[in-house]
């Protein structure tokens, strides 16, 4: 059994649908735009009906061809899990009517009704801090969307209770021998020659660029990122964790602005890059000097700092330094939408310092989707590294990870695209996916932005 919680995140996101390229695959990668899809939902007063504040944060779908005929679900892809499930329950009563229909939305997968279906009888259990599955184990092929490619006998679970989600989550972390006793989705990739290594590249994009975000297993985007990749050694599991996640070491966090520059005390440590969680968690001296000079408040109820959204400005940036790389991020990227009037504001961070409810407390920073919006992000767990260049959007040129790795290739874009989240994306892509050479491939993804009411941390 597997045991896994999810420290609160503040809650909600615009929804709006976005058409994009279709998933294509070539020269050993399969890349996936990503869309945007928005909603929002409130926290309210406790002792009244009308909204406190009205909080953005996003997560990332994929949909997935499953079985023979192939079933169509979508799942939210995140890099702080290892396992695929799919199936959640639609009619659970902690869904509210708006969550109910996205789920029931996203589809479902019968494997009694797939030819090519094996149905275990053992499966796992993930306990999150909101919300549990329960799923069992079954094999089938997943074929990607307008092509005859396809891989077989892929494992995942399918749910057979859930509560308090409304989602499946296809996990991208370490899989067989690792994390798992079973491939996974990044293994099975690479075991039946659909990409060359264990990597992917991701680039979130930002909400106010459409379609700007892309995916590439197996591949890069040279045109999505300015200035040269810089690898890093992952880091090996941190505090009491025993499994691997992406650690990556983290040199130092900074503001820079018209009037000068500061580094905050503190930021030098192990983090976690996880697509899973909408904000970033950083230790306590850094939040309490980055509130401060926004003059920000914390709110309990709502889980995040909350501050006036003329304070962010696009002259200012919140700086995170690796070795050999720093990625800078516009404050106006930095904090989170709080309100319909676009008055107030979130702090995209909180503290990484969480207390269970026996009174132990536990520290693990991360750096969500507010970090990850202007990165350049190649996970390669194959090489052991994750390589960071600053985001950008000029265009497409896509492309192969070799064998090698990718430290020191160069960005198409210039150095005045590197912190633009409004560049123009390419209107390129190709209409219909290419088989590449190998001799399968994976599966169909579109993506959108849904909900996730949390951050993954495993126990």
Same mark, same amino acid.
């Given at each position: 059994?597997?045991?896994?919680?999810?420290?609160?995140?503040?809650?909600?996101?615009?929804?709006?649908?976005?058409?994009?390229?279709?998933?294509?695959?070539?020269?050993?990668?399969?890349?996936?735009?990503?869309?945007?899809?928005?909603?929002?939902?409130?926290?309210?007063?406790?002792?009244?009906?009308?909204?406190?504040?009205?909080?953005?944060?996003?997560?990332?779908?994929?949909?997935?061809?499953?079985?023979?005929?192939?079933?169509?679900?979508?799942?939210?892809?995140?890099?702080?899990?290892?396992?695929?499930?799919?199936?959640?329950?639609?009619?659970?009563?902690?869904?509210?009517?708006?969550?109910?229909?996205?789920?029931?939305?996203?589809?479902?997968?019968?494997?009694?009704?797939?030819?090519?279906?094996?149905?275990?009888?053992?499966?796992?259990?993930?306990?999150?801090?909101?919300?549990?599955?329960?799923?069992?184990?079954?094999?089938?092929?997943?074929?990607?969307?307008?092509?005859?490619?396809?891989?077989?006998?892929?494992?995942?679970?399918?749910?057979?209770?859930?509560?308090?989600?409304?989602?499946?989550?296809?996990?991208?972390?370490?899989?067989?021998?690792?994390?798992?006793?079973?491939?996974?989705?990044?293994?099975?990739?690479?075991?039946?020659?659909?990409?060359n290594s264990k990597a992917f590249s991701v680039a979130l994009g930002t909400a106010g660029a459409a379609n700007g975000g892309i995916i590439i297993f197996g591949g890069i985007d040279t045109k999505k990122f300015t200035g040269s990749l810089v690898s890093n050694k992952m880091l090996g599991p941190q505090g009491r964790e025993v499994e691997n996640r992406y650690w990556i070491q983290m040199n130092s966090?900074?503001?820079?602005?018209?009037?000068?520059?500061?580094?905050?005390?503190?930021?030098?440590?192990?983090?976690?890059?996880?697509?899973?969680?909408?904000?970033?968690?950083?230790?306590?001296?850094?939040?309490?000097?980055?509130?401060?000079?926004?003059?920000?408040?914390?709110?309990?109820?709502?889980?995040?700092?909350?501050?006036?959204?003329?304070?962010?400005?696009?002259?200012?940036?919140?700086?995170?330094?690796?070795?050999?790389?720093?990625?800078?991020?516009?404050?106006?990227?930095?904090?989170?939408?709080?309100?319909? #009037?676009?008055?107030?504001? %979130?702090?995209?961070? @909180? &503290?990484?310092?969480?207390? /269970? $409810? +026996?009174?132990?407390?536990? =520290?693990?920073?991360?750096?969500?989707?507010?970090?990850?919006?202007?990165?350049?992000?190649?996970?390669?767990?194959?090489?052991?590294?994750?390589?960071?260049?600053?985001?950008?959007?000029?265009?497409?040129?896509?492309? #192969?990870?070799?064998?090698? %790795?990718?430290?020191? @290739? &160069?960005?198409?874009?210039? /150095? $005045? +695209?590197?912190?633009?989240? =409004?560049?123009?994306?390419?209107?390129?892509?190709?209409?219909?996916?290419?088989?590449?050479?190998?001799?399968?491939?994976?599966?169909?993804?579109?993506?959108?932005?849904?909900?996730?009411?949390?951050?993954?941390?495993?126990?």
């Open positions: 059994m597997t045991f896994k919680k999810w420290l609160p995140a503040v809650l909600a996101v615009a929804s709006v649908a976005i058409a994009g390229p279709t998933p294509r695959s070539d020269d050993r990668f399969l890349s996936f735009p990503v869309q945007h899809k928005q909603r929002v939902r409130s926290i309210g007063k406790r002792d009244a009906d009308v909204p406190l504040y009205d909080i953005a944060e996003a997560s990332y779908l994929v949909e997935l061809s499953i079985g023979t005929p192939p079933q169509t679900v979508k799942v939210a892809i995140d890099t702080g899990s290892d396992e695929l499930w799919v199936d959640p329950t639609c009619s659970s009563r902690d869904l509210s009517e708006e969550e109910v229909q996205e789920c029931e939305d996203d589809g479902s997968y019968d494997p009694s009704t797939s030819s090519s279906a094996t149905i275990f009888k053992n499966g796992s259990d993930i306990q999150y801090g909101i919300g549990s599955v329960t799923f069992r184990y079954v094999a089938d092929t997943i074929a990607l969307t307008n092509s005859s490619a396809s891989v077989s006998n892929a494992q995942f679970g399918v749910a057979t209770a859930t509560e308090q989600l409304n989602e499946g989550i296809l996990g991208l972390g370490w899989g067989n021998g690792v994390n798992l006793n079973y491939s996974n989705f990044v293994d099975v990739l690479a075991e039946q020659k659909v990409t966090v900074g503001f820079e602005s018209s009037s000068g520059s500061k580094t905050y005390s503190g930021g030098d440590i192990p983090i976690v890059l996880d697509s899973g969680s909408s904000l970033s968690y950083l230790p306590d001296s850094v939040i309490t000097a980055m509130a401060a000079d926004f003059s920000a408040t914390y709110d309990r109820q709502a889980g995040l700092y909350i501050l006036q959204c003329s304070a962010a400005t696009q002259s200012s940036n919140v700086s995170f330094a690796f070795n050999g790389i720093t990625i800078k991020i516009p404050m106006t990227d930095f904090v989170v939408a709080a309100d319909a #009037s676009g008055q107030l504001c %979130g702090l995209g961070a @909180v &503290s990484s310092t969480t207390t /269970s $409810s +026996s009174g132990q407390t536990d =520290s693990t920073a991360l750096l969500g989707d507010t970090f990850l919006r202007s990165a350049y992000v190649v996970f390669d767990q194959t090489q052991n590294t994750i390589s960071l260049a600053q985001y950008a959007n000029c265009g497409q040129n896509e492309q #192969s990870i070799p064998a090698g %790795g990718i430290s020191g @290739v &160069s960005g198409a874009c210039g /150095s $005045s +695209s590197s912190t633009s989240s =409004s560049s123009s994306p390419s209107s390129s892509s190709s209409s219909q996916p290419k088989n590449a050479a190998a001799s399968v491939k994976y599966s169909a993804f579109s993506l959108a932005i849904p909900l996730v009411a949390g951050l993954l941390l495993k126990l």
